[in-house]
């Protein structure tokens, strides 16, 4: 079978000699400790899934999209003492993708887009300053996001819990362990009012918050729940993946 080719990873120089791909999407996940039940890739899985459903979206209507490698290692600066939990500095970060941007640059691919699967990434003053010195208009999308998730949930969460688990059951059911096997994912919160409510904030030290791991209770998961998750931003990443590829960077406000 040959390859996608909106998948670069599976997309031969034949392929892409004879295709104006117009933007690439950098898939970014982590690789980290997910309560009990869920593998430490759970991210990479996400990430690399919903990037290549909605390249696919957008390729059937004919935008010329190319998904890029997944990064495999996020900011897990608050987990160093969770073993094989692996930390990826931001600046180490930046340096990869300044490095990314730059070949698209010197390549005539400007448009790219970051495709994080991560909380603990956060790639905005990184963007900003690669904005000044590199000709690539970059974006970023953190994939969950784009529509309420308590519509879809019960008890979303933020690491591990309901939401999580329910797209992990869609993208790897084999890889997930049964929900008898899952923590509770109780997250203690800081005891200080202002980072309690979110007046000023402070990175969590891990293991400190949580005895499993997870942040939020997996226990009404549903495969269902994440297909429905997954559809609907998929869709929604797919129709700005169109609009991205028509837009010209030159006239980019109303
Ligand atoms: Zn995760």
């Not at 040959?2 to 690439?24: D, H, I, M, S």
Request: hydrophobic fraction near 40%.
């Amino acid at each position: 079978m040959p390859g996608r080719p909106f998948v670069l990873e599976e997309t031969t120089w034949k392929t892409v000699k004879g295709t104006e791909y117009q933007v690439a999407i950098l898939p970014w996940g982590a690789t980290e400790a997910h309560n009990y039940h869920l593998p430490y890739g759970t991210d990479n899985y996400e990430a690399k899934h919903v990037a290549i459903e909605a390249a696919r979206k957008a390729w059937d209507k004919g935008a010329r999209v190319t998904v890029l490698p997944t990064i495999p290692f996020g900011v897990n600066t608050g987990q160093l003492d969770i073993r094989l939990c692996i930390n990826m500095n931001p600046s180490t970060q930046a340096l990869i993708l300044g490095d990314i941007a730059r070949s698209l640059d010197g390549q005539g691919i400007h448009k790219l887009v970051i495709l994080n699967s991560h909380g603990g990434n956060d790639f905005k003053m990184m963007i900003r300053e690669l904005q000044a010195t590199c000709g690539v208009f970059i974006s970023v999308i953190n994939w969950w996001n784009s529509v309420d998730l308590k519509k879809i949930y019960d008890a979303p969460g933020d690491h591990a819990d309901e939401f999580e688990t329910s797209v992990m059951f869609e993208i790897t059911p084999d890889l997930v362990l049964p929900l008898t096997e899952a923590g509770d994912g109780h997250a203690r919160k800081f005891k200080i009012a202002g980072l309690k409510n979110g007046l000023a904030w402070a990175p969590r030290s891990w293991t400190q918050v949580t005895e499993d791991t997870g942040s939020g209770d997996p226990a009404a998961a549903t495969r269902e729940k994440g297909i429905r998750h997954l559809d609907a931003v998929t869709d929604n990443i797919a129709a700005f993946l169109v609009d991205l590829e028509k837009a010209d960077l030159g006239k980019m406000y109303e």
